[in-house]
C-alpha cells in the first residue's frame, strides 16, 4: 500500500532556517550580544524544557493557555518554556545566598507559545531577555532599556523608526485609586488596557463587565485613556506620587544616556503579564503597523513566588520575528552575503593533493577557505567562486604545480598576485 507523501514543511508556525535565513539571525543575535557586552550583562542559558508547574504558576496567564505541555515517559509533567523569565526566577532562588546583588544576566532563549500564528507571531521564536535583579532603583529600567535601544541602533534602525512607551502599573494603580476604581478590580482593569487596539472598545467594556466593574467604573476606566502626559497623570493626582516621581526620574536619566527622543509616555502600555508590578515598557515601530519589537518592565514578587527570598527585578524580552520584519520592511535587512574569503579549485585529480596542501596552510593562517570538492573547469569555478561571494579564489592546474606558484585572483576587482605552493 502506498503511503501518503510526508509534508516537507515545518510544523505549522515553527520555522526552518536555510543559510540565508540564518544569516540575518546570526546578525540579529550579534546585535543583541554586542549590546549585551557593551551593557555589562554576563550571558547564561538553561533547558528550552522547564517543569510544567513551575510555568503555570509563575508564566504570565495569558501564556498559560499556550504551553506546549507533555508528559515524559515517567510521568513527569514537562512543558517548551512559553517565556524566560520563571526560569530565571528558579534559576536565582536556587543560588540566591552565592549571587552578587545587582546581577545583571542576559540570555538568547528560544520560547514556544501555541499561539495564532499571524504577521509578527509564530509558534516559536528566539527571544532576547535582559534582566537586572535586585536595584530598586530606575537605574535598572534606565540600563535595560538603553541597552534594547543600542541593539536596534546596532542593526541599522533609525531612531525616528521606533518610540519606547512607557508607563507605570504602579501609576496605573495610584489613578483608579483617585478615580476610585476599588483594588480589587485593578488586575481586570489591567487586562481590559492590554487589549486596546487589539479587541474592540464594546468587547474590552463586556470583558470589565464580566470581571464584576458597574457602568461607571467603566466610564472612569476609559476617562484614563485621556491621561496623555506624565503632567496630565499628576494633574489628576494632585501631586508627584511615588510611582509618578519613578517614571519622572526614568525621563530624566534618558536625556544623558542619550535615548531620550525615543522615549514617550503612554497609558496604554500595561503589558499582558500578570507578574509586572512597576514600570513597564513596550517598543513599537512609529508608524504602528507591526506588534511590539520587545517589552519588558519591573517585577517584585517573581522571586519570592517561586520559593525564594524576595528581590525586585526588572528586564525586558526582545523577539526575533518583529525586528526581522521591520527590518524587511525597510530596506534594513542585515547584508545577506556569506563571509568566506578564499576559494581553492583545481583542473584534476592530480592537483588534488596541492589543493588540499594550499587550503590546510590558508586555514592554518586564519581565513574561510572553500575546497572545491571535484576537479573542475577553471570557467565554471570562477563562476561559482563570484556567485558565492568570495572574496579571493585559486585554482590549481598542471602548469602551476610545476612551477610551484599558483595565482590568487582578487574577485572585486579582478587583479591577480603569485601565491607560492609551498
Ligand atoms: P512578552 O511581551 O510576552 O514578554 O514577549 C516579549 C517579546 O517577545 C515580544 O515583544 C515579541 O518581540 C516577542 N514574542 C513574544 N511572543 C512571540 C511570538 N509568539 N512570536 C514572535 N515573537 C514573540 C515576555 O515574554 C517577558 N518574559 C519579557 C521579560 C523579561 N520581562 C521581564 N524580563
Redesign the pocket.
Known sequence: MASTPLSLSPPRGMRDFYPEAMRVRNAVFDAWRGAAARFGFEEYDACVVENLELLQRKA?EE?VDQIYAFRDKSGRNLALRP???PTLARLVAARRQALALPLKWHCIAQ?F?Y?RATR????E?Y?W?L?ILGEPSVAAENEIVGAAVCALDALGLERSAYRVHVSSRALVGELLDRLEVPPAHHPAVFLALDKLGKLEEPKIRALLSDAGLDASAIARVFELLNVASLDDAEALLGRRTPAAARLAALFEDAEPAGYQEVLTFDIRVV???AYYTGIVF?GFDTARDF???????R?DNLLADVGGTSLT???????D??IAELLAARGRMPAAAAERDTAVGFMDVAQRRAALRLAARLRAEGRSVDLALAPEKARSFFARAGKQGFREAVYLGPDDLRNGTARIKDLRNRTERPLALD
Open positions: 504570565g501564556i517565556e524566560m523569565t520560547c507559545r499561539e509578527g507571531r509564530k509558534r521564536h527571544q531577555n534582566d503589558r499582558g503579564l513596550e506588534r511590539a519589537i520587545f517589552g519588558g518592565g517585577y527585578g526588572v528586564g525586558l524580552g526582545f523577539g520575528v518583529v
